[in-house]
């Protein structure tokens, strides 16, 4: 059910449009100035395709290099068309038009003035013989010197005349220009595949257009016309309103769906407590979901709030209350969910995930108001040292804009670690969690609750200190939480308020209730303490860890003195009494903090019971309570090893033996005992 609310939660995050989007076409009025909501580069394919046709626009046609054979093949033609005109002009019977038509039937002198055929048939022979020479000069400088192209002959047409030597009558030039005219033919030709392949390169080495735009820079002025190249822009940044089809619900439903679905794997791998415990399930969800809508709120539609986002705190409030892979994993989980939502920002992914995962992993076991600032503060410099490191400027420290960045991200951290400790305040109760701050709060001599075992019943007071003391000592040797160990050792007696004076130690000079009782109804006040001190720590508001100490001290172990005194009754025999109704009700520890409480309890109650004289003596006490309990089964839902097991009962001895070593006897008059005295003392 949680995974299934938070796909609902994610796809509904990633989904909702940003507050600021436009519904703007080509050709609109922009309504205001729009301004970009953070800093942003992109390639542009807008521009990147102008730039791309314009490269392949500038490249020249490519052609062939002149063909020297074409230079003679029109040279070879050029003598047979001028030897051809010299028999026209030496027939003698042809007419004039006859000549003329026949000079004008050859293709490359059918573009010649009838001017021109008239001046070629009556040149004096001297002349027309130098009028020959040039032409075959002339012909030849052009054909070697000069690539000719097909769109380039019309212009050397043109300039033919001038390229005639002046000392040439004008009409004898005009026969030069205008024969050469015709026998002028490209020697170089346009090479298609040469051009596409210059093109191509072209194409190649046109790089990318990149739009950069600074936080607040103005996309769009108020009143200018709206072009295609604003609207990928627009859309870029997340500030185009889109319609949504079924196909993009869909990516947006799968992506939300296959997050929480590797989330959870990863729990399972990594912490598979946290789904089978609904507080904590129910707790990570909630979390999830609120930064996941703070997210929403700061990152995508604004300029510095993104670096303000308190993603830290989320880290560490998961960190504190469920645990170290819990909050790892949801921090990769937020990180690329911000990442998405700033339109698949990476450096947005890398900041929030990096600023959460330096929180979590710097943050100590047993965190305090300082250690939780010292982290939020420790995940805004790493939020500042990332501004610099993507930052695009060749010396950011200029900018204005990456001063304020770093400003705000210092701020972001400070905020996560106020933010966290707030939270961890409100959450505690609500999901009765087992926090530090709850622990050092009721460590406290000044809770009601001790204060109350402490003038109500102060030999159980007295008794619960040494116990902490004990338990503490012991669970810091196995690396056990002490924190949480001391401070439920405060609390595994106190059902005895209920009724104080029924439990021995609060019965010194008075006398003993139960030898007027019969053993039934002593046992059942006795067990009945862990039912009183369970309904007490309800009504002071004690979490459950803290609750688990009550029953789990006292596990299903037989109270033996009573049990034995009602076998009496029965004359010894056991099958005629209910052994349950002499055992308490349980569970038995199912913590290593729970069972160190029920072996430190056994030791010093016995060890008080017994006053031991010597070390020995100590020594006998604490390994009978360990025989007893591993014989009677008590120990075996926790997970202490035998090696611990050693290192506790080391630890209790040594603390008994500081507790009842023996006492020098000073010389002098020793006080006459009076009959009170020796009543007392028995």
């Known amino acids: 059910m949680c995974a299934l609310v938070l796909v609902l939660v994610t796809t509904f995050a990633l989904s909702l449009p940003y507050q600021s989007q436009y519904d703007l076409v080509v050709g609109d009025v922009a309504p205001q100035d729009i301004r970009a909501p953070r800093k942003a580069s992109f390639v542009s394919n807008i521009l990147s395709e102008r730039a791309l046709a314009e490269a392949i626009r500038n490249v020249p046609p490519v052609y062939t290099r002149s063909d020297p054979e074409i230079a003679r093949l029109q040279r070879a033609r050029s003598r047979q068309i001028l030897d051809f005109i010299n028999a026209i002009r030496a027939d003698p019977y042809a007419t004039t038009a006859q000549k003329q038509a026949w000079i004008l039937a050859v293709a490359e002198m059918r573009a010649l003035s009838m001017t021109v055929v008239n001046t070629i048939l009556t040149l004096p022979e001297a002349n027309w013989n130098q009028v020959q020479l040039e032409v075959m000069q002339l012909l030849d400088e052009l ?113 939300a769906l296959l997050g929480t679905l590797l989330l959870g794997v990863y729990l399972l791998r990594m912490q598979p407590a946290v789904l089978d415990h ?21 990152i995508p539609d604004s300029t510095l709030l993104p670096y303000l986002f308190p993603g830290a705190a989320m880290g560490m ?114 999901f009765d969690l087992t926090t530090t701050f709850r622990l050092l709060e009721m460590s406290r001599p000044n809770h009601p609750l001790l204060q109350r075992l402490l003038r109500e019943a102060p030999a159980t007071f007295h008794h619960t200190m040494m116990v902490a003391s004990m338990a503490e000592q012991a669970a810091e040797r196995i690396g056990a939480n002490t924190l949480l160990t001391r401070v439920g050792a405060y609390y595994h007696d106190v059902g005895k308020l209920t009724r104080p004076y029924f439990f021995v130690e609060n019965q010194e000079g008075l006398s003993n209730p139960h030898d007027r009782l019969d053993p039934h109804t002593s046992v059942e006040i006795v067990i009945g303490h862990v039912r009183d001190g369970l309904k007490l720590a309800s009504e002071y508001g004690l979490p459950a860890d803290i609750r688990a100490f009550i ?8 109270v033996s003195f009573f049990y034995q005194k009602a076998l009496k009754l029965v004359d010894n025999e056991a099958g005629l009494l209910d052994e349950a109704q002499f055992r308490y009700p349980g569970p038995r520890p199912q913590s290593r903090e729970t069972a160190l409480v029920m072996l430190a309890d056994g030791c010093e109650a016995t060890a008080r019971a017994r006053r031991p004289k010597n070390g ?67």
């Open 143 to 255: 054909l070697r010197q000069e690539d000719l192209r097909e769109d380039s002959l019309p212009a050397l047409r043109e300039r033919l005349p001038s390229l005639v030597p002046m000392d040439y009558a004008q009409d004898e030039a005009a026969v030069v220009a205008g024969l050469v005219s015709g026998l002028l033919v490209p020697n170089s030709f346009y090479d298609e595949a040469a051009t596409e392949a210059a093109r191509q390169q072209a194409a190649e080495a046109t790089a990318p257009v990149f739009q950069n735009f600074q936080a607040g820079e103005i996309i769009v002025r108020e009143g200018s016309l709206i072009t295609d190249l604003h609207l990928e822009t627009l859309d870029e940044l997340g500030l185009a309103r889109e319609q949504r089809d079924w196909r993009e619900w869909t990516v947006v439903f799968s992506a």
């Open 278 to 298: 609904a507080r904590q399930e129910y707790l990570l969800l909630l979390l999830l979901a609120l930064f996941a809508a703070l997210a929403r709120l700061l």
């Open 317 to 430: 409030l998961i960190a504190t209350t469920i645990g170290y892979p819990a909050a790892v994993g949801s921090a990769v989980f937020l990180g690329l969910l911000s990442g998405w939502m700033a339109g698949f920002s990476l450096s947005i992914t890398v900041l929030v995930m990096l600023s959460c995962l330096v929180a979590i992993l710097s943050l100590p076991n047993n965190e305090d108001t300082t250690a939780i600032f010292r982290s939020g503060i420790l995940s805004g410099l790493i939020s500042a040292v990332m501004v610099l490191a993507l930052s695009p400027a060749d010396d950011p420290f200029q900018s204005l804009s990456f001063l304020l960045e770093i400003a705000v991200s210092l701020t972001g951290g400070i905020i996560s670690g106020g933010l966290t400790l707030g939270a961890l305040f409100i959450l505690a109760p609500l």
């Open 551 to 558: 029953p789990e001290h006292q596990g299903t172990m037989r």
């Open 616 to 682: 020995e003596e100590i020594e006998a006490a604490v390994q009978y309570i360990f025989d007893q309990r591993i014989q009677d089964g008590q120990l075996d839902a926790c997970p202490l090893t035998l090696a611990e097991l050693q290192l506790v009962r080391e630890t209790y001895i040594e603390i008994l033996r500081g507790a009842f070593h023996p006492r020098i006897q000073y010389p002098g008059a020793t006080p006459k005992r009076n009959h009170d005295e020796d009543k007392t003392s028995n």
